[in-house]
């Protein structure tokens, strides 16, 4: 969790929750003592964004509409479904590995500079 939050400007208590959150879904696996920490239990390319988003904001539910909707009401509720769809398809084709890959890819493309 140090190396982490040294990189990033994650709060060590808040990384503490996700990582805690992580291991009980069975992402992560923690280990203790001195070399201790977290290490994923499956491959980076076997684990979906959309999966560590659900597990991290929890399964939507779907809402029924009330005998009261407005034709307004009904029209923004089908704009946001069609928002949350595309959503799931764009996180369900993106996995960890993807990410790391991107990151690489962008951190060789530093600027170059010319003498």
């Known amino acids: 969790m140090s190396e982490i939050t040294s990189k990033q400007p994650i709060p060590e208590r808040y990384l503490e929750q ?13 280990y203790r003592g001195s070399r201790g920490g977290f290490v994923l239990v499956r491959e980076p390319s076997q684990i979906t964004l ?8 929890g399964e939507k539910k779907e809402r029924k509409g009330s005998d009261t909707a ?17 959503s799931v398809e764009t996180l369900k084709r993106f996995t960890l590995q993807d990410l790391y890959q991107q990151r690489e890819a ?9 003498i």
């Not at 946001?80 to 595309?86: G, P, S, V, Y």
């Not at 962008?106 to 010319?114: A, C, E």
Request: proline share 2%; charged share 20%.
């Open 70 to 86: 407005t034709l307004e009401m009904n029209l923004v509720r089908e704009v946001w479904e069609q928002a949350n769809t595309a």
């Open 106 to 114: 962008r951190m060789q493309q530093g600027p170059m500079y010319y």
């Open 50 to 57: 959309l999966e560590i988003v659900c597990l991290m904001e």
């Open 18 to 30: 996700i990582l805690t959150s992580l291991r009980r879904a069975g992402l992560v696996r923690s």
